[in-house]
């Protein structure tokens, strides 16, 4: 088990305010204001179900046809497990660093380092590239670039991310209810203009490059589409960041990754169903212009309302990525990562609100410029990275119940260690079928990360990364 702190008055794994007289006043910490609601509505709006119906469903139509609905259920599925170890770790460990700081009590300093630069490496890559498909569902309105599109989200969501989770619980809350009629809109019109039955979700076909041909889906293929679809069910991890702002978290983050998980399995899943039955032919759901779908189904005003509410709903994912990213960075600090000027300055807090107001510019500012940069690998080297994530996690649940964890206050899951097992063996199998320039990609990015930890961490043992845990 690695050294792990908690935060007492006077820790030194904390920033430490002057009082009125100089003397050490007791360290600043985010402020506990969410309950379930508002992380719920917090993590609902990461996992943006619309966004993510519309800018990477139509990726995996391409690729998987009318497999695409039985292989985001399978991922569901197996998100169902990985959502039990987070449940249970995230009470453990309530902490915004989220799944380093997890591993990393549970499996070791290294491997909790690892998960540590794997989630950076999706938290900071994501958001620019979502944000960027809001040129697309602009159009109707306005023509703007693609990479103006997405810089000018990021800084919006940067500056939202300044305030507090409360105010941030209720703006992405009222653009979550737009998000969620849009998708229903969706797969209401699917179901009324089903030119196929329920028996297509299986069919496993595809179109095959020009004309009508088909062929037939590989369970391989479905095997490797598991990656992107663990990345289209993933953002209930932000309820275990959040964990440091909920109220009670030892009772509501459990509660909030499972809420979250069901209803965004059930937002995803019934429009993607909708689309594969109500798509004209097999090409035009393999060519994946799902806006194209509902006006056809509807008409051009209806096809607008949806552009402007998948536009919304990006900005919605913008928002909370942002204020997920800088908890990442903001804990990071804390937990003394890095040298001890950049430490000093990821993390402070604002006085007002209590955000960590640098760690948020330097997640959003840098996010702004990522717009302009070809990310033609970000799909693959996500999937490859969160795969390896939720695999990490895994142990660390194996590893869960090991001395006094055992007996700590904790929402426990059922079937262990039967589940986690399980999630370990399938999971790497899923990683071994990646293609291997984004399993290259990500390996190299990990091996930088040991080389960090090996010539600078490791030696400083004593001073650098020791992983707080608040109580």
């Known amino acids: 088990m690695t050294e792990t702190l908690h935060t007492p008055p006077q820790s030194v794994a904390a920033p430490v305010a002057e009082g009125p007289a100089g003397s050490p006043a007791a360290p600043r910490k985010l402020k506990r204001s969410i309950g379930v609601v508002g992380g719920t509505l917090l993590t609902l709006s990461c996992v943006t179900p619309a966004s993510t119906l519309f800018v990477v469903v139509p990726d995996l139509f391409s690729t998987l046809g009318t497999a695409t609905t039985l292989t985001i259920a399978i991922g569901a599925l197996l998100c169902v497990g990985v959502a039990f170890c987070y449940s249970e770790l995230g009470t453990l460990i309530p902490s915004a660093g989220g799944e380093y700081a997890m591993v990393s009590t549970m499996a070791g300093r290294l491997a909790g380092w690892l998960v540590f630069v794997l989630s950076l490496l999706v938290v900071m890559i994501v958001p620019p590239v979502i944000a960027m498909g809001t040129a697309d569902y602009l159009a109707p309105l306005v023509k703007i670039e693609p990479a103006y599109a997405g810089a000018g989200v990021m800084l919006l969501?940067?500056?939202?991310?300044?305030?507090?989770?409360?105010?941030?619980?209720?703006?992405?809350?009222?653009?979550?209810?737009?998000?969620?009629?849009?998708?229903?809109?969706?797969?209401?019109?699917?179901?009324?203009?089903?030119?196929?039955?329920?028996?297509?979700?299986?069919?496993?076909?595809?179109?095959?490059?020009?004309?009508?041909?088909?062929?037939?889906?590989?369970?391989?293929?479905?095997?490797?589409?598991?990656?992107?679809?663990?990345?289209?069910?993933?953002?209930?991890?932000?309820a275990v960041y959040l964990s440091e702002e909920m109220e009670n978290p030892r009772r509501n983050v459990a509660r909030t990754v499972l809420l979250t998980l069901g209803i965004s399995a059930v937002v995803l899943l019934v429009p993607v169903a909708a689309i594969t039955m109500g798509a004209p032919d097999l090409a035009a759901l393999t060519g994946g212009d799902i806006g194209a779908m509902v006006t056809a189904w509807s008409s051009s005003g209806v096809g607008t309302f949806i552009s402007l509410c998948v536009a919304l709903a990006i900005i919605n994912a913008g928002i909370v990525m942002v204020i997920q990213n800088s908890r990442v960075l903001y804990a990071s600090a804390r937990d003394k990562a890095w040298p001890q000027p950049v430490n000093a300055v990821l993390s402070r807090l604002g006085g007002r609100f209590g955000s960590p107001w640098v760690a948020t510019l330097l997640v959003g500012v840098p996010g702004a410029a990522l717009c302009f940069v070809n990310l033609d690998t970000l799909y693959g080297v996500t999937g490859v990275s969160v795969t390896g994530m939720y695999l990490l996690v895994a142990v660390a649940a194996l590893l869960a119940r090991r001395g006094g964890h055992g007996a700590a206050p904790a929402w426990r899951m059922p079937l262990w260690p039967g589940v986690p097992v399980v999630l370990i063996a399938v999971l790497a199998y899923v990683l071994s079928q990646q293609e291997a320039r984004y399993l290259l990609w990500t390996g190299g990015i990990v091996g930088g990360a040991t080389l960090y930890w090996l010539c600078y961490l490791r030696p400083r043992a004593a001073t650098r990364w020791l992983v707080t845990v608040p109580e």
């Not at 595809?206 to 490797?224: F, N, P, R, Y």
Request: hydrophobic share 60%; glycine share 12%.
């Open 157 to 238: 969501a940067t500056l939202a991310g300044l305030l507090d989770l409360r105010a941030n619980a209720w703006i992405t809350g009222i653009f979550l209810v737009l998000e969620v009629v849009a998708a229903a809109v969706v797969a209401v019109l699917g179901f009324a203009h089903a030119e196929r039955g329920a028996g297509s979700l299986v069919d496993l076909s595809v179109a095959s490059g020009s004309g009508d041909g088909t062929k037939t889906v590989t369970a391989m293929l479905i095997v490797s589409g598991l990656a992107i679809a663990l990345f289209v069910t993933q953002g209930f991890s932000t």
